[in-house]
């Protein structure tokens, strides 16, 4: 039995409530996963990084 991997990236959507004034280059690091872990929803994406010696993302 033969099995075709194909490369993947998984990106995740974080929906979430900020403030009309926010900037996110002024946001810490540790401030934005916060905000994560609160998030409201999340999507996660898959996309195809590689097909028969192709980029395709």
Known sequence: ???D???TEKVT?????IHDDFVFEDTSRGDLLE???NAKE???HY???????????
């Open 42 to 44: 999340t999507i996660e």
């Open 5 to 7: 991997l194909i490369n």
């Open 47 to 57: 996309f195809v990084t590689a097909l028969d010696d192709y980029d395709v993302l």
């Open 1 to 3: 039995m033969t099995y």
């Open 35 to 37: 905000m994560c872990k």
């Open 13 to 17: 959507e974080f929906i979430i409530d």
